[in-house]
């Protein structure tokens, strides 16, 4: 039993700004997707990726039956994106007028996204109220331009240094 208050620990990582993805798969024939702070790179040899949604995240359990999912890196001009993806409501509803298409996997890559990495689901691990899931990267892209990042609540971006 943690005696670490959660809105504290909320608070206080919510001082480590993290990028802005947007995991997406396919429900069937309906495209789904899920707004997602907490990605990583895991592996360069095999290339392999992760990410945490919640366990109680049904857009998630959609995704995850089709064995595919795509990482789209969210650039600085997507908050939208962002918070109509960060609803709990997960209808294909969230696709209404984004651009998208697909690569190798089939799930959807969000138009002018920042990066976009398509991915196999290699293993979903329970880690306290969130899955680990990894992926095995298939195909990936990126653009120029700069990142949208979540910082203490907040969206935010960074410009590159030169």
Known sequence: MSTIDPHEFRRVLGHFPTGVTVVTGMDGAEPAGLTIGSFTSVSLDPPLVGFLPGRTSTTWSA??????????????????????????????????????HTEATGAPVIDDSLAWIDCSIEQVIEMGDHWFVLGAVVALGATDGDPLLFFRGGLGTFGALS
């Open 63 to 100: 995704i995850e039956s089709s064995g595919h999912f795509c990482v789209n890196v969210l650039g600085s001009a997507q908050g939208d994106t962002c918070w109509t993806f960060a609803k709990s409501s997960g209808d294909a509803s969230r696709f209404d007028g984004l651009s998208w």
